[in-house]
Structure formats: C-alpha cells, structure tokens
C-alpha cells in the first residue's frame, strides 16, 4: 500500500482528501504466474489497476503472430476493455510473468463517486495521461533504428526489466534476435 500512497501523492493533481479518497477504493489484490486478463465476459468490469510488484505483458494477436506490446513492474495498467469508448479495437491480453501484487480500483464505482468530486477527476485523467506518455516512450524506443540503440534506452529506463523477462519474449518486443540479446546481456 505503501508504494500505491506514494504514486497517489506524487501527482500534480493530488489533495489530501483525494489521495485518502481513492486508498479507500483501491482494493488490494494478486494474481499468479500464468494468469491472464483478457476480454471475456467475467473480466467486464471496467478496473484500473495499480501493480505494486510483478511482471507482466499486454499481447495483441494480429495474423497468426502474437506481439508483446509492452512489459511492465510496477505502475498503473489500464486494460483496454472500452470503459469508455464503446469502438472495437485489438484486444489486448495481458499476461502475468511472476506472481503479481496490486490494487485494484472499479471504475464504475470511481465514475460514481467522482460525479460529486472533480479533484478525484482530475486524479483519474492525470493517471490516464501518464499511461499515454509511458506508451510514447515505448513508441520512442521501438522506432530507434538500431538493436544497440532500443537496448541501451531500456538499459537506462528500466534495466532490471531486461534481466527479469524471458529472452524468448523480450528479444522481439525489441526487435532483436535471442543470440543479439543475449550478447548485449552480457555486456551489463
């Protein structure tokens, strides 16, 4: 909870009453290795989730190739299940690595509260803005040219990630070969 709390006040747009607000709808949670989230009936309920310790993967399936779209530890996900967009997009599967903490908020239930509550609005749109330049930031790597370039980014933004996540899923997330990976593993 601890790690929640301070993300929650880290933010431009956090108030004491806020931040205490959403530790209350926050509702701890973990899912093990191998579980997935995905796009099913049971899984509809629109929830943001704040990962406080873990690994996971969202995919996309396109042709017959699956693409990891993207890897994470910590922070906040935000599974694409149209809370609210109702326009059909690439469902996205996420997939847990290891075992996983996290807290789990229902956004039908923030949506609710928020009506009387602009500041928990703004608390919500402030995390959605921050998925959204994580994602740029991901864009920016995936589109540096050379295999040395995306390795060295990730080395510096998140270099415990390389080290923890399979070879066999994060050498094409880069766009690089298994051998080409495991030559700059070694070169730490």
Known sequence: MKALVEKLESFNTATKDTVDLLINLFVKTEFKKGWILGDSPWQQTPTLFYISDGLLRGTVEYGQTVYTMWLMENGFLIPGNRFLSNRN?????????????????????????????????????????????????????????????????????????????????FAPYVRMSVRHLDRFKGEK
């Open 89 to 169: 997009g690439i469902t996205e599967i996420i997939e847990f690595l290891s075992d996983t903490h996290a807290y789990a908020l229902n956004l039908y239930r923030a949506d609710n509260i928020a009506k009387d509550n602009i500041s928990l609005y703004k608390m919500l749109l402030e995390i959605y803005e921050e998925n959204l330049i994580e994602g740029r930031k991901r864009e920016l790597m995936l589109r540096m040219e050379t295999a040395e370039e995306r390795i060295n980014y990730y080395k510096k933004s998140n270099p415990s990630i390389i080290y923890k996540t399979d070879k066999n899923i």
